[in-house]
C-alpha cells in the first residue's frame, strides 16, 4: 500500500463512488432524482477520464454527459404526460364564457385523468383553420385528437389515431353522449 | 485504475437493463453501460507514465490516441441514440398509455 501515489488512491476513491452511483440509479424508483444522479456519475466518468490521460474526452463528457443529456430527459419526462387535443368545432362544445366548461371538456378530462395524463387543448386559430380534411392535418401537426363538428347535423366528431389503443377507451366513454361520435383513421405508412 | 472496477459498472447497468420495469429507467442503465465501455477503452491505450498526446519538443511517451479519437465519437452518437430512444417512449406511451414493459407486453392495453 506504502507506494501508491495519490493519483492511483483518487482513481480508486473515484471508481468505486462510481459503482454505488451506478447502484444508486438501479435500484433509485423516482426518475427525476435518477436524473440529477446521472449528472454526476458523468461528472465522476470524466474526472476519471483526465486520469487516463485524455482530458479531450473528458471535455466532451462534461459537455453532453452532464448537461445535454439531463436536459434531454427533463424535456422528455416532462412532455410525455401531455395529450393534445386541436379543437377546431369553434363553439360551446369545449370552451364555453372563455372558460372549459363544456361537456365536450368534461368527458376528455375525465378521460385523460384515467390515464393520468395532463390534458392539452389547442384552439390556436392559425392551426385550427388550416385547410383540408382532419386526416391530413393531423399528421401534419402531430396532435393526439381533433375535435371537428358537422354542421347540418350537429354532431361532434373525435377522430385520432386507428392505432391507439386510447382510442378504444374514448369509444366506451363517448357511448353515453348521443351527439358524440368517435372515429379513427389509418396511419400513414412510411413511403406514402 | 484498475479495469476489473470498470467492469462491475457496467455489470450493474446490464443488471438494471435486466430487472427494471419502467422503460426510462432501461434508457437509464444504456448510458451507464456506454460510459463504461468509454473508460474501459481509453484504459486500454493508458500505460504507466504516458503523458497526454500533444506533441512538443521533447516528448517521449504519449498515450495512445486512437481509442480517444474513437471515444470522442461515441459520447456524441450515445447523447443521439438516447435522445431517439427517449421519442420512442413517448410514442409507446401515447399508444399503450403506459410505459412498463410487463403492461405492454402483457394485456396491451393498460387499463
Keep these: 500500500m506504502a507506494d501508491l501515489t495519490l493519483l492511483e488512491i483518487t482513481a480508486y476513491a473515484l471508481q468505486i463512488l462510481l459503482i454505488f452511483i451506478a447502484i444508486a440509479i438501479v435500484l433509485h424508483k ?37 448537461a445535454i443529456i439531463p436536459l434531454i430527459y427533463v424535456i422528455s419526462i416532462s412532455r410525455q404526460r401531455e395529450f393534445i387535443v386541436l379543437d377546431r368545432a369553434m363553439d360551446d362544445f369545449i370552451i364555453s364564457d372563455e372558460e372549459f ?21 389547442c384552439n390556436d386559430p392559425m392551426i385550427c383553420q388550416m385547410e383540408g380534411p382532419d386526416q391530413n392535418v393531423c399528421e401534419r401537426t402531430n396532435v393526439d385528437l381533433i375535435v371537428s363538428k358537422d354542421e347540418k347535423t350537429g354532431t361532434y366528431y373525435l377522430k385520432g389515431k386507428e392505432s391507439s389503443l386510447l382510442m378504444h377507451k374514448l369509444e366506451e366513454m363517448a357511448a353515453d353522449y348521443s351527439d358524440i361520435e368517435v372515429q379513427t383513421f389509418k396511419d400513414v405508412e412510411f413511403g406514402e | 485504475m484498475d479495469p476489473l472496477l470498470t467492469f462491475i459498472v457496467i455489470l450493474v447497468g446490464f443488471y438494471g437493463l435486466a430487472t427494471s420495469n419502467n422503460i426510462i429507467k432501461s434508457v437509464f442503465c444504456i448510458t451507464i453501460i456506454e460510459s463504461g465501455i468509454i473508460l474501459l477503452f481509453l484504459n486500454l491505450g493508458n500505460f504507466e507514465g504516458g503523458t497526454i498526446p500533444i506533441i512538443g519538443e521533447d516528448v517521449v511517451a504519449i498515450v495512445d490516441p486512437l481509442p480517444q479519437a474513437l471515444m470522442i465519437t461515441t459520447i456524441v452518437i450515445g447523447s443521439t441514440v438516447t435522445a431517439l430512444a427517449l421519442m420512442l417512449c413517448i410514442k409507446l406511451f401515447h399508444h399503450y398509455g403506459s410505459i412498463e414493459w410487463s403492461k405492454i407486453f402483457g394485456k396491451g392495453d393498460a387499463s
Aim: proline share 2%; glycine share 6%; no cysteine.
Design chain 1, 101 to 121: 366548461t363544456g361537456y365536450g371538456y368534461r368527458l376528455l378530462k375525465q378521460f385523460t385523468d384515467h390515464y393520468h395524463l395532463d390534458l392539452n387543448i
Design chain 1, 30 to 66: 423516482n426518475n427525476r432524482t435518477i436524473i440529477i444522479l446521472i449528472a454526476s456519475f458523468s461528472l465522476v466518468v470524466s474526472a476519471l477520464y483526465v486520469i487516463n490521460n485524455a482530458p479531450d474526452v473528458a471535455i466532451a463528457e462534461v459537455a453532453i454527459g452532464a
